[in-house]
């Protein structure tokens, strides 16, 4: 990787107020170095491969957002609703034409999304493809790993549990308000209608 931008992605899908909203975090890592992942491997609840906002408790999530808040990076976080939960991919598929090109403007040369198998990625990678023919991406290139495989992975899961939390339920966790309020300074959020 050298000195490359690199992106990770996730996504997350949230009901409140009778609607689905469907949701892509990018953390623009800048600085996540590996004292930084060991860090985020010591909050493994025990016996977990990957850290995963909804398995961990109240005080791990804070514990998790005041690590994320001290490290050097950046996210984007695209939302799209309301959305028919058997249609999620069309509402990722809007949500990406929105994601890459930004990130793409961030300097971001590579992209790594979760994976969700083999068909799926295909349809990313067509869909990045897809921008770039239009002029709207640039060269950046698009990657998928296994979530257990690549701990940043593991950083837009936290914000976008935060996240998810915080519009369902119209604030932060009192556990872990003062670190969300840190940590969201640095997240660009970009809502569209589908």
């Given amino acids: 990787m ?3 931008t690199v992106a990770y992605v996730d996504e997350s899908m949230r009901t409140f107020d009778g609607e689905t909203t469907y949701y892509l975090c990018a953390v623009v890592d800048r600085a996540v170095d590996e004292v930084a992942i060991q860090r985020l491997r010591s909050l493994l609840p025990k016996g977990a491969k990957k850290l995963h906002w909804r398995q961990m408790g109240v005080s791990l999530q804070g514990d998790s957002l005041k690590l ?3 490290l050097a990076m950046n996210a984007i976080v695209v939302s799209g609703r309301p959305i028919n939960p058997r249609k999620q991919e069309r509402a990722r598929r809007k949500c990406l034409e929105v994601l890459l090109p930004l990130l793409g403007s961030a300097g971001a040369g590579r992209v790594v999304m979760e994976s969700r198998g083999d068909a799926l990625d ?3 990678r067509e869909m990045a493809v897809s921008l770039i023919r239009r002029g709207w991406l640039g060269n950046v290139r698009l990657a ?17 549990g935060a996240q998810g939390h915080v519009d369902a339920k119209g604030g932060a966790h009192e556990d872990w308000a003062f670190e969300w309020r840190r ?3 640095r997240i660009e959020r970009r809502e569209i209608a589908l």
């Fill in 144 to 160: 998928h790993m296994r979530g257990d495989d690549e701990p940043r992975l593991w950083l837009p899961d936290q914000i976008l």
């Fill in 2 to 4: 050298g000195n490359e």
């Fill in 122 to 124: 295909k349809r990313d």
């Fill in 183 to 185: 940590l969201e300074k």
């Fill in 68 to 70: 994320l808040g001290s």
